[in-house]
């Protein structure tokens, strides 16, 4: 059985003020049955540790180096989000990919390297608009999943989470329909059961792209999608909350 996971991504957004308005509306809202997580920016971190404290939602960072210390101006470590009570990140989103020039050998590297420190990677796979429409989509997702396996192992993939996140979904609107997702998610399971039955049962396979309170309990009915990472609609607490309780 895997239990639901629902994981804000906060993206380039927030404040001091901002935060601590979210995490005291989420928590008026009351419990949900599912595990939630909110990557903040990495500035924010501290002050989300102390935030969240005393509540169930775990905290994540929405990056990390692939190297472990020393002269990398502007870049922070695993390590160091380990250190400071971080226990999720997410590598390799699409945003990252395709505007900070993170690659498959980059994102396999830095799973590597937020494993040796024990956070939990949630690593993003998914395919471009023109990559869908030329029939690619199985093609991209594999080999974006296998470039990390290579690097890290099923043992190393057990302790991870696998986000589908189809370029073409995110920030449009325009959600992936849970029949298409709900294929690439099962095509994603098929790849990992060539390499572990057992962890082809186990992983959780998040969607992301366009999820809302409107559009949630549909996707989160698939047999093999696991939950979310939602980017626009985690920014407004209630509506986060409400995603993460659809049924
Ligand atoms: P939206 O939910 O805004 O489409 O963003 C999805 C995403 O990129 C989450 O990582």
Redesign the pocket.
């Known amino acids: 059985m895997r239990n639901r996971l629902v ?1 804000a ?1 906060w ?1 380039m957004n927030g404040s001091l003020q901002a935060n601590e308005d979210w995490v005291k509306t989420f928590a008026a809202l009351g419990g949900t049955d599912c595990d939630a997580v909110v ?1 903040a920016p990495h500035v924010y971190l501290m002050q989300m540790v102390l935030l969240l404290e005393d509540t169930a939602v775990a905290l994540g960072a929405q990056d990390a180096s692939e190297f472990e210390a020393g002269a990398y101006t502007g870049e922070v470590s695993a390590r160091m989000l380990s250190d400071i009570g971080c226990r999720y990140v ?1 590598l390799g ?3 990252r990919r395709s505007l900070f020039g993170d690659t498959d050998e980059r994102v396999a590297k830095k799973t590597k390297a937020a494993l040796a420190v024990g956070l939990k990677p949630i690593v ?1 796979v998914g395919e471009t608009l023109q990559e869908r429409e030329s029939s690619q989509t199985l093609r991209v997702v594999n080999r974006q999943l296998n470039a990390v396996l290579a690097e890290v192992g099923v043992e190393g993939l057990s302790h991870c989470t696998l ?1 589908y ?1 189809p370029v073409w ?5 325009r ?1 992936a329909t849970p029949e298409i997702a709900q294929q690439v998610h099962a095509a994603l399971r098929t790849e990992l059961a060539l390499h572990s039955p057992e962890l082809a049962q186990t992983m959780r396979i998040l969607y ?5 309170p409107g559009n949630a309990a549909s996707l989160f009915a698939m047999p093999d999608i696991d939950g ?7 920014l407004k607490a209630e509506d986060f909350h409400a995603i993460c309780s659809a049924h």
């Open positions: 994981v991504n993206k990557c997410i989103h699409s945003e993003c986000a996140e979904a995110i920030g449009t609107g959600s992301g792209g366009s999820v809302k979310g990472l939602i980017g626009g609609a985690a």
